[in-house]
């Protein structure tokens, strides 16, 4: 058993480093409501909530160290940090419904088109810097408009 869990912290170092130190955490735990489920007329621990948190954050960490700033910045849009976060504007465009019904297909990897009001672009719209436009082609996934180098605000030239 000790050295399965010493397995354990050695791929995540956020575990204590013994197992008492795992039982303390465990009786610090139980005062989290997110690592108990309400079931019927009882309460269960959550063990596997419980176990995974630390591995999990380890795993997020190492991605965000070596993905490229246009993945961050997919994952970021595709997690619902427009949603959830403080500001009213995504890259400088107010959030609409077409918006959200974007952000929603584009979360569950759905292609975008459908939820455009007019006939999606084929080619990129983006303005670089030199003035000159992206012109890439445009997926029906939208990652190439979420993640363009090239410019801000939105990937169509407008209808
Ligand atoms: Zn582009």
């Not at 591995?55 to 940090?81: E, F, M």
């Not at 959200?100 to 459908?114: E, K």
């Not at 084929?122 to 082609?137: F, I, L, P, Y």
Request: with cysteine; proline share 6%.
């Amino acid at each position: 058993m000790k050295d399965a869990y010493a397995a354990c912290v050695a791929e995540d170092a956020s575990l204590p480093p013994t197992l008492e130190g795992l039982a303390a955490r465990v009786d610090e735990a139980e005062a989290e409501p997110r690592f108990w489920r309400r079931a019927a007329e009882c309460r269960e621990f959550k063990w596997q909530a419980f176990l995974t948190a630390g591995i999990r954050g380890v795993r997020r960490d190492a991605w965000l160290a070596r993905a490229a700033a246009p993945a961050k910045h997919r994952a970021a849009l595709a997690g619902g940090a427009w949603v959830y976060g403080e500001e009213d504007e995504l890259r400088g465009v107010p959030e609409s419904r077409d918006t959200y019904t974007c952000a929603v297909r584009l979360r569950f990897g759905l292609p975008i088109p459908p939820a455009c009001a007019v006939a999606a672009e084929a080619c990129c719209a983006h303005v670089k810097r030199s003035g000159s436009r992206c012109d890439a082609r445009l997926d029906a996934n939208g990652h190439h408009a979420s993640a363009c180098g090239a410019g801000g605000t939105t990937a169509s030239s407008g209808p």
